[in-house]
């Protein structure tokens, strides 16, 4: 008989090829079992609960059903632990599951591990979808989260005035630190319009401006229950809310969108009041213990203090004073006769000094240093006279000749001769051509001395 791992449904039951081959019935739903569960993940299921039985073990059998069709369902009691309803004959219900077969009846059936209500199924579906949206906006960001002060000075709890949540919270204030005052501003936490009521209280809180730390709260409930807390209107007011705000929402296992947009999430209202505040009885112990330190390092310091004056006795009670002072006093003649002998000494260095100094001054006595310089000074103005003269005499024969030899290429020595210079008024351009001008055209005719303003009457040709 062929092993399990043998077993190969797409070729039949048994070995194609050996007719005889014969298989356990056994071994044919183990390996169902194991084919089905490998080839199907985990899927969703909606239907109809019936045949529903609760046997001592704890888990849960029952059938799911449509107008057409049912499946046998099994659910373990590490699964059904966390279910927040009790399943009854002919509720409708989503469950997630794997597919698989009892070997030991070879029964089709769906190994559930989660359960929920068609009407919560639709409700978490929006809730995941509004929380990826809004996380997507960055509104759960941790840069956004916003530090309250560990001892507030007013404390605002947004919640039901009649509810259970507002009971525990002021329980819980009174005892850690009860003189801290405290303000509710009372907003519907569950039904219609519940949503748009708590972003009222939250948006009139952050208006008036009156506390340093808020607190929005109500007690446990179904997801239906809570679902004022999972709108987008609540989500954007708290993220607007420039007052830290700490969300105590249900119970530890429940979760809204407002946990996630809020500045802290409490599991419990109780923990968010402890979260807010310091427990007094703490504050207390630690004042008690500094107060034992202080004295202890004062009592310490004392005990310091007093050996230090008794040892000091001890020394002036061991050392007289009159002979610490004809001590001193032995010291002061002998540091007196120093210095005097210290000042005769000084006293002959510096006149040997002086004496020494004195003389090197007379051997280099400015006077005639001043009779040295004065005759190099004279030579000097002697030599830069002359030289002054000659190069003034060359400067002007050369002045002499460049002017003789400009004044022979002069225009002017030729006007002197008799020539002229004829320009046009308009233009101020020399006439070199009569052909250039026109009878009426008015010219200016330059003489060695003085200009004529001349009109052409005539042109003549050569």
Request: hydrophobic content about 35%; proline content about 5%.
């Amino acid at each position: 008989m062929p092993s399990m791992n043998e077993f190969d449904l797409d070729s039949g039951y048994g070995d194609s090829s050996d007719p005889d081959s014969v298989y356990s019935v056994s071994q044919l739903n183990s390996q169902a079992k194991a084919l089905l569960e490998s080839r199907f993940p985990s899927i969703w299921v909606e239907g109809e609960i019936s045949n529903l039985a609760r046997p001592s073990s704890g888990h849960i059998y029952f059938s799911l059903k449509d107008d057409r069709a049912q499946v046998r369902c099994a659910m373990f009691r590490g699964n059904n632990q966390g279910l927040r309803f009790n399943p009854e004959h002919g509720m409708l219900v989503r469950v997630r599951a794997r597919v698989s077969l009892y070997p030991g009846r070879g029964d089709f059936q769906l190994i559930v591990d989660r359960m929920e209500e068609t009407g919560a199924g639709a409700l978490q579906q929006a809730y995941e979808q509004l929380k990826q949206n809004l996380h997507a906006e960055g509104l759960f960001n941790a840069e956004h989260k916003q530090e309250w002060p560990q001892i507030p000075q007013q404390i605002g709890i947004i919640t039901s005035p009649t509810g259970a949540a507002l009971h525990d919270i002021l329980s819980v204030l009174k005892r850690r630190f009860p003189i801290t005052p405290i303000i509710v501003y009372p907003t519907p936490v569950q039904g219609e319009g519940a949503g748009t009521k708590i972003a009222k209280s939250i948006k009139l809180a952050t208006a008036r401006n009156e506390c340093d730390v808020l607190i929005l709260s109500r007690g446990g409930g179904s997801l239906e229950d809570l679902w004022a807390f999972n709108e987008e209107i609540v989500a954007r007011a708290i993220f607007d809310c420039h007052i830290p705000l700490i969300s105590g929402i249900g119970h530890e296992i429940d979760f809204t969108i407002a946990d996630f947009v809020a500045d802290e999430r409490a599991p419990t209202p109780s923990a968010a009041a402890e979260l807010v505040t310091p427990d007094q009885n703490a504050m207390l112990q630690q004042l008690k213990l500094a107060e034992q330190k202080l004295l202890a390092e004062m009592k310490g310091l004392l005990q310091q203090r007093q050996q230090q004056l008794d040892w000091l006795e001890g020394r002036l009670g061991q050392r007289q004073p009159g002979q610490w002072l004809q001590l001193q006093a032995h010291r002061l003649l002998e540091l007196k006769q120093r210095l005097f002998t210290s000042q005769r000494h000084t006293q002959r260095y510096l006149t040997e000094r002086v004496t020494a100094l004195t003389k090197r001054t007379l051997q280099q006595n400015p006077k005639y240093r001043l009779q040295h310089w004065h005759k190099q000074q004279q030579s000097l103005d002697a030599r830069l006279h002359l030289a002054c003269q000659q190069h003034l005499k060359l400067v002007r024969q050369r002045f002499h000749h460049v002017s003789h030899n400009l004044n022979t290429i002069s225009p002017l020595a030729t006007l002197s001769r008799g020539y002229a210079i004829v320009t046009r008024v308009d233009t101020n351009h020399v006439i070199t051509d009569a052909n250039t001008v026109e009878p009426g055209n008015e010219i200016n005719t330059r003489l060695h001395k003085g200009s004529l303003r001349c009109k052409v009457i005539k042109r003549l040709s050569n």
